[in-house]
């Protein structure tokens, strides 16, 4: 019989960080939380970091999860907005990493393609299929309910994702 497992979806940015955290057993799925995370956005770039780190922590001291799943960003915006996300990327990854969780990176397409059916679906059809699949959340904002999709993609390709570690 398999455990449950609780898995923390992270869509990744510096002005807001979406985080959604579900339990997945089997092909059943159930919201624990989620929020959105807004650090400061005046200061110095390490400090706003430092800021976003210190609070996606607290997140995962206090819900605990299992496993963790950022989103690849594809941004098409300018060099500078690309590579501060790249930073706030790097946050959402080492954060959970470095309190010893398993951390997988999933394209926003194939996101779109686990939760809704088609990988060039629209935010909206993301949430209305969010609030679908977990009619209990309570979801806060589309950087929440982006997290969220994460999470759900990650507990539909866990398996695939681990057997592909196990052989590379």
């Given at each position: 019989?398999?455990?449950?497992?609780?898995?923390?979806?992270?869509?990744?940015?510096?002005?807001?960080?979406?985080?959604?955290?579900?339990?997945?057993?089997?092909?059943?799925?159930?919201?624990?939380?989620?929020?959105?995370?807004?650090p400061p956005v005046e200061g110095p770039l390490a400090g706003r970091l430092a800021a976003l780190a210190e609070a996606l922590g607290e997140v995962l001291d206090s819900h605990r999860p299992d496993e963790a799943a950022v989103?690849?960003?594809?941004?098409?915006?300018?060099?500078?907005?690309?590579?501060?996300?790249?930073?706030?990327?790097?946050?959402?990854?080492?954060?959970?990493?470095?309190?010893?969780?398993?951390?997988?990176?999933?394209?926003?397409?194939?996101?779109?393609?686990?939760?809704?059916?088609?990988?060039?679906?629209?935010?909206?059809?993301?949430?209305?299929?969010?609030?679908?699949?977990?009619?209990?959340?309570?979801?806060?904002?589309?950087?929440?309910?982006?997290?969220?999709?994460?999470?759900?993609?990650?507990?539909?390709?866990?398996?695939?994702?681990?057997?592909?570690?196990?052989?590379?």
């Amino acid at each position: 019989m398999n455990r449950t497992v609780r898995i923390i979806g992270i869509d990744p940015g510096l002005r807001r960080c979406g985080w959604g955290i579900i339990e997945a057993r089997d092909n059943r799925l159930a919201f624990v939380a989620g929020g959105t995370l807004t650090p400061p956005v005046e200061g110095p770039l390490a400090g706003r970091l430092a800021a976003l780190a210190e609070a996606l922590g607290e997140v995962l001291d206090s819900h605990r999860p299992d496993e963790a799943a950022v989103e690849e960003t594809f941004v098409n915006a300018g060099a500078r907005s690309a590579l501060v996300l790249g930073q706030a990327r790097g946050v959402a990854l080492v954060v959970p990493a470095l309190r010893g969780l398993p951390v997988a990176e999933y394209a926003a397409n194939l996101v779109k393609k686990s939760v809704v059916g088609t990988g060039h679906a629209e935010k909206a059809q993301v949430a209305l299929m969010v609030r679908t699949l977990l009619p209990a959340a309570t979801i806060k904002g589309a950087d929440a309910a982006d997290a969220l999709a994460i999470a759900i993609c990650h507990a539909h390709h866990r398996v695939s994702a681990q057997r592909m570690k196990v052989f590379s």
